[in-house]
C-alpha cells in the first residue's frame, strides 16, 4: 500500500535521541537525503505537477528501501509539495497563478517589514557578512542552475531573516520561500537571464542596506517577493 504509514515528523525537530543507536541515526540520515533530493528533483522539474509517484519506484532510483521515501513524502505532503494518494503513492501538487501571488503577499507582509525594521536597527558593516551568500546565488544563476540557486535563495534570506533574532519568524519565512520555490503546473524553464535579476536583487538589496537607504530596501524587498517579479 502506497499510502505511507510513517508517522509525520515535525518540519522543525531535525534531531536524533541520544539515546538512539546506530540503526536508528543511519535511518535518520538516509530519511534526510532522500528528502534533500527529493526536493531537489521538485525545484529543478524532474518531479511533474498533477504526477503520481510510488514510493518502490523512487526508491529504486534513489538506491534505498521504500521507507525513507515514504517517510520523507510524509513530510512533503505536511508541507504541500504533495499529496497522498491511497493505493498508489504521491501526486505532486499542482499550484495556480493565484497559489503564487498569495504566497507572494503573506511572505510580503512578513519579510518586508523585518527587513525595514533591520535596516534601522543594524549598523552597515553587519550586512557585509551576507555578501558570500549572495554572490554563492549569483554564481548558481550564471550557471543557469535552478536548484543550485533556490539552494543559495534559501540560504540567503534564511540568514537575513535569522537576523530578527525571531526563530519563528525564520522558520515560517523559510517554509514560505520553499513552497514558492517549486514550479507551477505548465510552467516553463528559466532562462539564465531570469535567475541572473533574481539574484542580482540580493546584491542590491544588501548595497541598499549598506547605504542605509531605507526606501530603497523597502522597494528592492518587496519587488523580490512579489510573484511577478520572482522566477519560482
Do not use: C, K
Request: charged share 25%.
Amino acid at each position: 500500500m502506497e499510502q505511507g504509514t510513517a508517522e509525520q515528523e515535525p518540519r522543525a525537530r531535525a534531531w536524533v535521541p541520544a539515546q538512539a543507536g546506530p540503526a536508528a541515526l543511519r535511518r535518520h540520515s538516509v530519511r534526510g537525503q532522500v528528502l534533500a533530493a527529493l526536493r531537489h528533483a521538485l525545484v529543478g522539474g524532474e518531479l511533474t505537477p498533477g504526477e503520481v509517484y510510488s514510493a518502490p519506484a523512487l526508491a529504486e532510483r534513489y538506491g534505498v528501501s521504500a521507507t525513507p521515501v515514504r517517510e520523507a513524502m510524509q513530510q512533503l505532503a505536511g508541507e504541500g509539495a504533495v499529496e497522498v494518494v491511497p493505493n498508489r503513492g504521491f501526486r505532486v501538487a499542482e499550484r495556480s497563478s493565484r497559489d503564487l501571488a498569495e504566497l507572494a503577499e503573506v511572505r510580503a507582509m512578513l519579510e518586508v517589514p523585518a527587513i525595514v525594521r533591520l535596516a534601522r536597527a543594524l549598523p552597515p558593516e553587519r550586512w557585509e557578512a551576507l555578501r558570500p551568500l549572495a554572490a554563492a546565488g549569483v554564481s548558481a544563476a550564471a550557471r543557469g542552475d535552478r536548484v543550485g540557486y533556490a539552494e543559495a535563495d534559501h540560504a540567503f534570506h534564511d540568514a537575513l531573516i535569522s537576523l530578527t533574532g525571531n526563530r519563528r519568524l525564520t522558520e515560517v519565512t523559510g517554509d514560505l520561500l520553499r513552497r514558492a520555490q517549486w514550479p507551477a503546473a505548465g510552467s516553463s524553464r528559466l532562462r539564465t537571464a531570469e535567475l541572473l535579476a533574481d539574484a542580482s536583487e540580493h546584491t542590491a538589496l544588501l548595497d541598499a542596506l549598506i547605504a542605509q537607504e531605507y526606501a530603497v530596501v523597502e522597494r528592492i524587498a518587496r519587488e523580490h517577493v512579489s510573484a511577478t517579479r520572482h522566477p519560482h
